[in-house]
């Protein structure tokens, strides 16, 4: 059961564009939201959060926003950059003792063209 | 700025053998948390630890143990490996348990013969 989802597996975006990924969750339990970015053979990166209290965050290029009733969130970039090209993930985590809990979609491949 | 390390970057055991990996925390980050990513999958939680204390636990199989050091490093060990272990084992790294971001280091890819 996939409790966070991301349902483009691959998004293709012109430099200087926006970029917009998404993610999808069910559980109502999770309370903080994470955006990580991924290149080959390193670790996730951390981009940016949300906890659930908010609807928005921004940091520099990056912008998460978070609908709750919908139980959606979305990563924007913009201007997007040749460098930005990666794997994405969201994560999401419930409160309480099980903040570090994470659990991640499977991913959106980004290539931005230059 | 100093990131996680995880120890060995590779790793080739045989079936039945046991392994350990390592993790050292980013400086002054107290809370380390482990993950297991197979092929093609999204990385699942195993545990974690906060203060050298167990704080929550997923789906870490049995033959499967953890725990942290005073110097908050923390050690992963398997025994009895199975071909299904084969992944890619994520460390990462917070201060405090509480909504912090989690910091990853590069992983320890696991191959099982």
């Known amino acids: 059961d996939q409790q966070v989802k991301q349902n483009s597996p691959s998004l293709s975006v012109q430099e200087g564009r926006i970029s917009i990924l998404n993610c999808d969750y069910t559980?109502?339990?999770?309370?903080?939201f994470l955006w990580y970015k991924k290149y080959p053979a390193e670790g996730p990166t951390f981009l940016i959060s949300?906890?659930?209290?908010?609807d928005k965050n921004e940091d520099g290029r990056f912008t998460v926003f978070l609908n709750k009733s919908a139980k959606h969130l979305s990563l924007h970039i913009v201007p997007s950059q040749p460098g930005d090209s990666a794997v994405y993930f969201c994560?999401?985590?419930?409160?309480?003792?099980?903040?570090?809990?994470?659990?991640f979609g499977q991913g959106t491949i980004l290539t931005v063209h230059p | 700025a100093a990131g996680v390390i995880q120890s060995p970057r590779h790793l080739i055991k045989e079936k039945r053998e046991t392994a350990t990996l390592k993790c050292y925390p980013i400086?002054?980050?107290?809370?380390v948390y482990w993950y297991q990513q197979g092929p093609g999958q999204d990385p699942q939680f195993l545990i974690s630890?906060?203060?050298?204390?167990?704080?929550d636990k997923g789906s870490i199989p049995d033959r499967f143990s953890a725990q942290q050091f005073s110097d908050y490093h923390s050690e992963l060990n398997m025994s009895s490996l199975e071909l299904g272990d084969s992944a890619l084992y994520f460390c990462?790294?917070?201060?405090?348990?509480?909504?912090?971001?989690?910091?990853f280091g590069d992983g320890t890819r696991l191959s099982i013969l």
């Open positions: 990462a790294s917070s201060y405090g348990g509480g909504d912090q971001p989690q910091h």
């Open positions: 559980n109502s339990m999770f309370d903080y």
């Open positions: 949300i906890s659930s209290i908010k």
């Open positions: 994560a999401a985590s419930p409160g309480g003792t099980s903040y570090g809990k994470l659990t």
């Open positions: 400086p002054r980050h107290d809370t």
């Open positions: 630890f906060y203060e050298k204390m167990q704080s």
